[in-house]
């Protein structure tokens, strides 16, 4: 079946970088973008981009250009989040969501919760 | 950007009553929004699609419908897996826009 797991929660401090990672299996990875959704504590979902994982090319909302990269390791069917430097503001559970042409966003991942304090 | 407003925010239901949750957009995107329930912890499912498809898998309790801007998730006989929360997701035009999310809770 479909899965997206991504990897573990993870306790940062300003100015660290943290690396998560999505792994997919159940279908070829390079036929569906991968896409990264942030949630908050308390607050709404927002949408940060995604990558062509055929080509390798990301492409990223406004809010989300700078301190975050988007990166496959396609071999091992795998998309990956960095952000450096980290802020209190990057505090969140990040998603990957798979699009499909015919559905949208059909399945996520659970999501992985990033604590970012000193 | 589509801004996408949902309502109610939270809702109080009993088990077996008919359960109405409404997105509205701020411009018109054609059938492209869908609806998901989230339970705490877990991943988001995938309820309805285009705006009224059902997803495979996917209880009949759940439909979708749509008239102009305005977008409704109805749960015609609320069960107890049904309590969490729900989100719609416009995927017309990038920025990708969420509603704000209705908890769905037990009366």
């Known amino acids: 079946q479909i899965q997206l797991v991504q990897s573990g929660p993870e306790l940062k401090k300003p100015g660290e970088s943290v690396k998560i990672s999505c792994k997919a299996s159940?279908?070829?990875?390079?036929?569906?973008?991968m896409h990264w959704v942030k949630q908050a504590p308390g607050k709404g979902l927002k949408w940060m981009g995604w990558?062509?994982?055929?080509?390798?090319?990301?492409t990223y909302a406004d809010d989300f250009k700078g301190r975050f990269v988007f990166s496959l390791e396609a071999s091992a069917s795998t998309a990956n989040l960095q952000i450096s430097n980290l802020k209190n503001e990057d505090t969140a559970t990040y998603f990957c969501?798979?699009?499909?042409?015919?559905?949208?966003?059909?399945?996520w991942g659970q999501g992985v919760m990033v604590t970012v304090s000193s | 950007d589509i801004q996408v407003t949902q309502s109610p925010s939270s809702l109080l239901a009993s088990l077996g009553e008919r359960v109405t949750i409404t997105c509205q957009t701020s411009?018109?995107?054609?059938?492209?929004l869908n609806w998901y329930q989230q339970k705490p912890g877990q991943a988001p499912m995938l309820l309805i699609y285009?705006?009224?498809s059902l997803q495979t898998g996917m209880t009949s309790r759940f439909s979708g419908q749509y008239s102009g801007r305005s977008f409704t998730l109805t749960i015609t006989s609320l069960e107890p897996e049904d309590i969490a929360n729900y989100f719609c997701?416009?995927?017309?035009?990038?920025?990708?826009?969420f509603g704000a999310g209705t908890k769905l809770e037990l009366k």
């Open positions: 969501a798979r699009r499909s042409s015919r559905i949208g966003f059909d399945y």
């Open positions: 159940g279908y070829t990875f390079t036929d569906y973008a």
């Open positions: 990558i062509n994982t055929y080509t390798g090319k990301p």
């Open positions: 411009q018109s995107i054609s059938n492209n």
């Open positions: 285009y705006a009224t």
């Open positions: 997701l416009q995927h017309y035009s990038a920025p990708y826009t």
